[in-house]
């Protein structure tokens, strides 16, 4: 019993030694430990770290590192043994967990790691990081798109490390957060040595419609297109292309904000000094027009001066057509200036001056009553213009057509291409005006019932037409109205109803119009003119009558001197 008992203490014993050896050589597991090589295969080394048996790994995760019997590896333990009872070692596991602690030591000092971008990957490309692989983004490689990666391929380089994610094995990278670090630093130190006025060479980056972007060497300028040359420049790339070298000079430069304006004509004298003293009004000179815009011309006149001739400038009678229409680039052109201002660096120049004024000449060959002879060249709702020659045009209103045609339709009777005869109304030289009339050529059938009407006079009218408004009449073949509140002095007998057509009334004339033969009647306006002159010749010697007993003895009066002159008129 004893002995069994002792027997049962020494297999207890064993068992223990045994189970601390497996958990101590088990918890390498998951690690990366040191072994020795012990053996080297055609594709496979052999290394001992230790455990119950040796481990194989394929010689291929080496790498183009060397490796000899005897020499000491770092191997990432998987498992203690597989089925053959061998352990089961990696190094390239090994090389990945010693790059994943220096990476993360490096990203938590804001370090940057060299890697090599080695595959193209949907959304970018992957990077050795020494064991490790990370991802490149497609926007993380460069300050700008680049094209062509081929010479970035295979090539070890600084990269920062934007994030990483252990337990998913994921790392980005970014190659063009480096980029701008050195850029920064660059400019950092550019910008220390720089200063207003300082002239420095750079290369055209890039070009704009309103300039050009210059690289002084990690930091870019701005060149307006304004500040490359004295004269007018419509396009930068008239001047530059990108990638020349140019001298610029800084013009303006804020430290704060590293924006930085160059200019390139700075450099050259300014040719607008003293330019009034070189240009005066009246001075006739000859130029290239040198740009064409929506307003005028621009007139090269050489030393960097340019004018403009204005639209309203350059012919007497083209007045709606574009300068285009009128001159081209590059053409040579005679001017005469119009305005010299020094202080706006501006020359306002003139066409047309240099040419003769085709209104004078009309105005000195034609008088205000020639008859003239033309193609109706265009007829519009108010009116129809006649060519009087070559340059001019003359407007035939459409109230100056007919004696006795409404203008609406008057101006029916007229039609592009018909040749006319009409009467020279008004020439105004100033206003490039000249006023025509076909009524003209012929006696106003109206006039003599038209001086007859004197405004103020009291008339007999008979009723043409009623209408809500009030009353058309007929004054001696005159047309005439009545307003409805002019129908009678009290509102109570302003109605419509008391009149019918044929009816003749008597009324005072408050408005003549000569031109459209018409007239404006008041009953109203004479039966208050009519209380006046009652009260004026019976108020005094009726005293205490009263103002119907006035009015009665005044139309009673009236009515006996129209009687006996109807009977004078009789007898005769």
């Not at 970014?174 to 400019?187: G, I, K, P, W, Y």
């Amino acid at each position: 019993m004893v002995k069994k008992k002792e027997e049962n203490i020494e297999v207890n014993e064993d068992f223990g030694a045994l189970l601390d050896e497996f958990m101590g050589k088990s918890s390498l597991q998951g690690k990366v430990v040191s072994g020795t090589v012990t053996a080297i295969d055609k594709d496979e080394v052999v290394v001992d770290v230790g455990l119950k048996s040796e481990g194989r790994i394929p010689l291929t995760e080496f790498g183009v590192q060397s490796v000899n019997v005897g020499d000491i590896v770092e191997v990432f333990v998987e498992r203690y043994e597989n089925r053959d009872g061998n352990a089961v070692l990696s190094r390239e596991k090994a090389r990945r967990e010693e790059a994943w602690g220096d990476l993360e030591a490096a990203m938590s000092k804001g370090e940057h790691v060299n890697g090599t971008i080695f595959g193209r990957v949907k959304g970018g490309f992957t990077v050795d990081l020494k064991g490790a692989t990370a991802f490149l983004p497609g926007s993380q490689i460069d300050v700008r798109p680049i094209r062509d990666m081929t010479p970035l391929m295979g090539i070890e380089q600084p990269f920062a490390i934007l994030k990483m994610d252990k337990a998913r094995g994921n790392i980005v990278v970014s190659r063009r957060a480096v980029l701008e670090e050195a850029r920064a630093e660059q400019t950092s130190e550019i910008i220390k040595n720089m200063s207003e006025g300082q002239i420095v060479e750079g290369t055209v980056k890039n070009i704009t419609d309103y300039g050009a972007f210059i690289d002084l060497g990690g930091v870019d300028g701005l060149l307006h297109v304004t500040d490359m040359s004295w004269k007018r420049i419509s396009n930068p790339a008239e001047m530059l292309t990108v990638g020349q070298t140019v001298k610029v000079q800084i013009i303006k430069f804020n430290q704060d904000t590293g924006r930085i304006s160059l200019g390139m004509k700075q450099m050259e004298a300014d040719p607008w000094a003293g330019v009034a003293e070189r240009f005066h009004v009246d001075d006739k000179l000859t130029g290239k027009i040198s740009n064409i815009t929506d307003y005028g011309a621009f007139v090269d006149l050489g030393n960097g001066i340019e004018g403009l001739v204005h639209i309203s400038e350059m012919s007497w009678t083209k007045k709606n057509m574009h300068p285009s229409k009128i001159v081209t680039l590059g053409q040579e052109v005679n001017v005469i200036i119009l305005e010299v201002d020094e202080a706006k660096r501006r020359i306002s120049l003139g066409l047309k001056q240099l040419q003769e004024n085709p209104w004078e000449k009309f105005a000195n060959e034609h008088k205000v009553g020639d008859v003239i002879e033309g193609e109706i060249k265009n007829v519009i709702e108010f009116g129809v213009f006649i060519a009087l020659n070559d340059d001019l045009d003359g407007m035939i209103h459409s109230s100056d057509l007919s004696w006795d045609k409404p203008s609406e339709e008057a101006i029916k009777d007229y039609q592009k291409g018909m040749i006319v005869k009409a009467k020279i109304l008004d020439i105004d030289v100033e206003k490039e005006r000249i006023s025509l009339g076909i009524k003209q050529l012929t006696e106003d059938p109206m006039a003599g019932s038209m001086a007859t009407l004197k405004k103020g006079a009291v008339v007999t009218a008979v009723v043409s037409a009623i209408t809500d408004d009030g009353l058309e009449v007929d004054v001696d073949g005159v047309k005439g109205f009545i307003k409805r509140t002019d129908l009678a002095k009290e509102r109570s007998e302003q109605k419509i109803e008391r009149f019918a057509i044929g009816e003749k009334v008597d009324a005072k004339v408050t408005a003549v119009d000569a031109k459209t033969h018409k007239v404006t009647l008041s009953i109203k306006a004479r039966e208050i003119e009519d209380e006046k002159r009652a009260l004026a010749e019976f108020g005094s010697t009726s005293s205490g009558a009263s103002l119907g007993d006035i009015l009665g003895a005044a139309l009673a009066k009236k009515a006996k001197k129209t009687t006996k002159k109807a009977k004078d008129s009789t007898e005769e």
